[in-house]
C-alpha cells in the first residue's frame, strides 16, 4: 500500500508542527493560484473558470499518490500553449466541441503517464535532452508573448497561425491600441515585479489583480473599452464524463504525445530540483508517473483541463515552508472556498491584468543565458537549441517538439557510434595508464599497443571498433607485437560486438599480433565465456590490470592461469552483476 499511495509515510508521522508549516505554505500558493490559474486557462483558450477547477481534484490526488513533498500541480503556461495549439487546430477555441476535446486530451494524457509508470517507461523522456527543452521552452515564451498582445494592447487580433503573423498585425494595427487597457497591463508587470522584490511572500499578483478589480468597477473601464472577465459561475466543478469517440481520440492524438512528453519532463525536472533541497524524501519517477497520471484523470471527471508540475508555485511552497503534501490539499480547499463564495468578486477582472501575469511567468522560459552558456562549454548543444527553437517559431509547437526528439535520438546516436578509442601509456614511476595525447610524458612501450575503448561494444559502433582496430594495426605492422585492449570501460556487449571480437582477433592473428585483455567486467566475460572467445584469445591472455598485461608481454613466462581459468569458466553469475 506505501508502494503506491506514498502519502501514508508521511501521514503515519505527521505532527502539529507539520500541519502549521503546511497551512502557511497551503495558504500562500491558492492566493498565487487564483489569478494564474484563471490566466492559463484563458491562455489554453478555455474560460477562466477551468483553470479554477484544475486546482482541486489534480492537487488533492497528487498530494496523496505523489512522491514529491513540494511538487504543485495545477494549470501551467507551456501546457496551457501546447494544448491550445493542438486543438485550436480542430475545434474553435472557447466552444463547448473545443472544451469536451481539452478535457479528453486530459484524461487521455492521464491514462498514457499511468501506462509509462506501470510499465516503468519514465526513461523514455531522456530523448528529449536538456538544449532540446531549453530550445522549445524558450520558442514558448515567444509565441506565449505573442499571443498576450491582443489582452495587452487591447486589440482586437484574429486568430493565426504562426506568432509572427500575430506580430505583424499587431504592429499594422498598432494605432488602434486602448491605452487604458495597455497602461492597466504594463502597471500589473511593474507592480507584481517591485511587491515580489520587497518580499517574496506578499501575493503580488493576487493584490493586483485586486487593485485592477477595484479600479474598473469604480471608475467602470470596462465602458472605455478594457476587457473584462464578466460573470464566472460559481460553485465546484460538476462530474462529467468526457466524450470519448476513436474520432476524437484521432483529433486529439497528436497533442496527447507531445503534452505527455513535456508535461513528464517538466513535472519531474522540478520535482527532482527542490528534492535536491532535503533529506526527508526522495522523488521516484515511475511513480511519479502514476501519480502525474491518476490526477488527471480524476481532474478529467471534474471538469479539469490538463495539469502540470509549476515551477513558481512549486518554489513558493517550498519557500513557504511546506512540509508534506498537505499543502497541496490546503492549497485545493482554499480554491474551493474560492469556488463558491468569491466568485463574483472577479466579474470586473481585467484581462489586460491577466496577460500581465502571464508575461512575467514566462518571461523565465527564454533562456537566453542557457544558449550564451552552451555557445561556451557545447557547440553542438548550442546549435540544436538554435534549431528546436527556430523550428518551433517558424513551423510550430509540435513539430517544434518532434524536431527536438529526432535531434536528440539522432545526437545520442552518433555518439555511441563512435565512442572514444584512446591510447594509453604509463606515467613514469607509477602502474596509472592515462591518455598519452593528455599526458605527453607517458611512456609507450615499442611492440605494445595499449588501448581503451570508452564505450558499450554493440551493433551501433562495432564496425567503428574493428576499423581503428585495423587502422591501427596496418599502421604499425612491422612493429607492432601485441594490443592490450583495456575493456574496464566496456560496460555491455551483444551479439555483434562478440562478432567484432572475433573479427578482430582472425585479423591480429592473420599478422602475427596477440590480444590481451585487461580489466573485464563481469557481465562481459560472462558472454565472452559463452561464445568460446576466451578459450580463443587464450585464458593466459586475459588480466585483471594493465600492469599485469604489461609484465606478461615483458616476461612472457608471466601468467596467472589458475585465477582467471576460475573466473572464465563460471556460467551461472548473474548478468546484473
Known amino acids: 500500500m506505501r508502494y503506491f499511495i506514498p502519502s501514508l509515510d508521511w501521514l503515519s508521522v505527521y505532527s502539529q508542527s507539520d500541519f502549521r508549516k503546511d497551512l502557511q505554505a497551503g495558504l500562500t500558493v491558492g492566493v498565487l493560484l487564483v489569478p494564474q490559474g484563471m490566466a492559463y486557462a484563458l491562455l ?44 485550436g487546430h480542430v475545434a474553435e477555441p472557447f466552444s463547448e466541441t473545443y472544451l469536451s476535446l481539452v478535457i479528453l486530451t486530459g484524461l487521455l494524457i492521464g491514462i498514457m503517464q499511468m501506462l509509462m509508470g506501470f510499465l516503468r517507461l519514465g526513461f523514455l523522456v531522456n530523448f528529449l535532452s536538456h538544449p532540446v527543452i531549453a530550445g522549445f521552452t524558450s520558442a514558448a515564451a515567444v509565441i506565449i508573448a505573442a499571443s498576450q498582445l491582443k489582452y495587452l494592447l487591447g486589440i482586437s487580433i484574429p486568430p493565426l497561425h504562426y506568432f509572427y503573423e500575430t506580430i505583424i498585425y499587431a504592429m499594422i494595427h498598432i494605432s488602434e491600441t486602448n491605452l487604458l487597457a495597455l497602461g492597466l497591463g504594463l502597471g500589473g508587470m511593474v507592480s507584481i515585479t517591485i511587491l515580489k522584490k520587497i518580499n517574496k511572500n506578499i501575493p503580488g499578483a493576487l ?26 459561475p460559481q460553485g465546484l466543478p460538476k462530474l462529467i464524463f468526457p466524450e470519448i469517440s476513436i474520432e476524437n481520440i484521432r483529433l486529439v492524438l497528436p497533442t496527447v504525445i507531445t503534452v505527455t512528453l513535456i508535461g513528464i519532463v517538466e513535472s519531474i525536472g522540478i520535482a527532482k530540483a527542490i528534492e535536491s533541497k532535503h533529506d526527508h524524501y526522495r522523488v521516484r519517477p515511475n511513480r511519479e508517473l502514476l501519480a502525474l497520471g491518476i490526477s488527471k484523470i480524476g ?37 474551493s472556498i474560492t469556488l463558491m463564495f468569491l466568485m463574483p468578486l472577479f466579474y470586473y477582472l481585467p484581462e489586460a491584468l491577466l496577460a500581465s501575469i502571464i508575461l512575467l511567468a514566462v518571461k523565465g522560459l527564454f533562456e537566453y ?39 536528440s535520438v539522432l545526437q545520442n546516436t552518433y555518439l555511441s557510434s563512435v565512442p572514444p578509442m584512446i591510447e594509453l601509456g604509463r606515467i613514469p614511476g607509477t602502474t596509472y595508464f592515462r591518455n598519452i595525447k593528455r599526458f605527453p610524458e607517458a611512456e609507450t612501450k615499442k611492440g605494445v599497443l595499449m588501448l581503451r575503448f570508452d564505450g558499450p561494444l554493440y551493433f551501433p559502433n562495432a564496425d567503428f571498433f574493428k576499423n581503428i582496430i585495423y587502422q591501427y594495426g596496418k599502421e604499425r605492422e612491422e612493429t607492432l607485437e601485441v594490443i592490450i585492449l583495456d575493456a574496464s570501460s566496456i560496460l555491455t556487449i551483444d551479439s555483434t560486438g562478440l562478432h567484432a571480437i572475433e573479427d ?74
Not at 313 to 332: F, K, Q, Y
Open 369 to 407: 543565458k542557457e544558449a550564451i552558456k552552451l555557445w561556451k562549454l557545447h557547440r553542438p548543444d548550442f546549435w540544436m537549441m538554435v534549431v528546436t527553437f527556430l523550428v518551433t517559431l517558424g513551423v510550430g509547437i509540435e513539430f517544434g517538439v518532434l524536431t527536438g526528439v529526432v535531434l
Open 207 to 232: 493584490l493586483t489583480v485586486l487593485l485592477g478589480i477595484a479600479l474598473v468597477s469604480i471608475f467602470q473601464l470596462q465602458e472605455k473599452g478594457i476587457s473584462i472577465v464578466g460573470a464566472v
Open 504 to 577: 578482430v582477433l582472425v585479423f591480429l592473428k592473420s599478422n602475427d599480433v596477440d590480444l590481451y585483455l585487461s580489466g573485464i567486467l563481469g557481465r562481459v566475460r560472462d558472454r565472452l565465456t559463452k561464445a568460446g572467445l576466451i578459450k580463443r584469445i587464450g585464458v593466459e591472455n586475459v588480466f585483471m590490470i594493465n600492469q599485469d598485461a604489461l609484465r606478461a608481454f615483458q616476461n612472457r613466462e608471466f601468467k596467472d592461469v589458475k585465477i582467471w581459468t576460475e573466473l572464465a569458466v563460471q556460467s551461472n553469475v548473474d548478468e546484473e552483476e
Open 44 to 87: 489554453a483558450g478555455v474560460p477562466p473558470i477551468y483553470g479554477l477547477y484544475s486546482g482541486i481534484i489534480p492537487l488533492f490526488l497528487y498530494a496523496i499518490f505523489g512522491t514529491s513533498m513540494h511538487l504543485s500541480i495545477g494549470p501551467v503556461a507551456v501546457s496551457a500553449l501546447l494544448i491550445y495549439a493542438g486543438i
Open 299 to 335: 481532474g478529467a471527471f471534474f471538469q479539469s483541463i490538463p495539469t502540470s508540475g509549476s515551477f513558481s508555485r512549486s518554489a513558493l511552497n517550498n519557500e513557504s515552508g511546506g512540509r508534506t503534501g498537505m499543502s497541496s490539499i490546503l492549497t485545493a480547499l482554499l480554491i
